[in-house]
């Protein structure tokens, strides 16, 4: 995993100081700009070529970020606490975000983060595996039957992001 990630330019956006330093301290392997807000975040953008960026989603304009990342062919990934709900994973997914990661799950950003950019490198195009690994957290917070309410998009997800057998030992 480390290896991946290794000498990556990675941008990270948050309001929160603790959560930038934590997760630049979890990934001191890559090169890391860390931005509290969302002028700042677009400065390095528009000044710098990223590998990824984790993008918090309330306080930062996460979405407005995620738009802007997608534009310039950044691979993101959504952090948060404030907007975990199925509505929000479904709109970063929709909106192009690579992976949804609850602000729970933040000691696992490194591995979250090289499934991303090793699949990228190696072509796969279905990001499924962030979302096998979250999905009985998911099941917990959001309850029993949290997909119906967004019945056609988690057929299309299923359909697009099923990660096959194949797809896992390419990653390995």
């Not at 929160?16 to 090169?31: G, N, V, Y």
């Not at 950044?74 to 952090?79: R, Y």
């Not at 000691?107 to 090793?118: G, Q």
Request: net charge negative.
């Amino acid at each position: 995993m480390e290896e991946i990630l290794k000498g990556k330019r990675i941008l990270i956006v948050d309001d929160e100081a603790d959560i930038l330093e934590t997760l630049a301290e979890l990934l001191d392997m890559c090169l890391v700009d860390t931005a509290p807000n969302f002028d700042s975040a677009k400065k390095f953008l528009n000044k710098n070529t990223y590998d990824a960026a984790i993008l918090d989603i309330m306080g930062v304009r996460g979405y407005d970020l995620l738009k802007l990342n997608k534009e310039q062919n950044v691979a993101s990934l959504m952090l948060t606490a404030h907007a975990l709900s199925p509505d929000n994973l479904v709109k970063s997914i929709r909106g192009g975000a690579q992976s949804y990661v609850p602000k729970d799950k933040i000691a696992d950003i490194p591995m979250f983060l090289a499934d991303i950019l090793s699949s990228s490198e190696k072509g796969i195009k279905k990001e499924g595996t962030w979302f096998a690994k979250l999905k009985p957290f998911f099941d917990k917070k959001f309850g029993a039957g949290w997909r119906k309410e967004h019945k056609e998009f988690w057929q299309d997800f299923d359909d697009t992001y099923h990660v096959s057998k194949e797809d896992v030992e390419k990653l390995m």
